[in-house]
């Protein structure tokens, strides 16, 4: 199984950033999709989740309003669009994804698979 994310990089603040994660390994179709981050000397946390067809999406409160999760079934590709960025924002952010989306999923517990991140760095 991999999470081959792309994407990612330096951005100012204020400005937008997408990246966007392909697994491979599993049934695409049938995973809740999700994006985690990890900044310097901070636990990993959630940022936002999709459910299997894209009807239902999740965000943390620090997301809501700025970024916005997608995905294509049809390509095996999960999306995620930043924008507003905030130096707050910098991160390595990580691909995820579960069959179900549940408290666990937000915690970051009991994740199938995790993808190996790439850096977010906004400068202020």
């Known amino acids: 199984v991999q999470l081959q994310a792309s994407g990612g990089g330096l951005v100012q603040a204020g400005g937008s950033l997408s990246f966007s994660c392909v697994p491979s390994g599993f049934t695409f179709n049938q995973y809740v999709m999700g994006w985690f981050r990890q900044a310097p000397g901070a636990e990993r946390e959630f940022v936002a989740a999709i459910n299997w067809n894209g009807g239902s999406t999740y965000y943390a409160a620090s997301a809501k309003g700025r970024f916005t999760i997608a995905r294509d079934n049809a390509k095996s590709t999960v999306y995620l669009q930043m924008s507003s960025l905030k130096p707050e924002d910098t991160a390595v952010y990580y691909c995820?994804?579960?069959?179900?989306?549940?408290?666990?999923?937000?915690?970051?517990?009991?994740?199938?698979?995790w993808g190996k991140g790439t850096l977010v760095t906004v400068s202020s």
């Open positions: 995820a994804a579960d069959q179900r989306y549940t408290a666990s999923y937000v915690r970051g517990a009991d994740i199938n698979y």
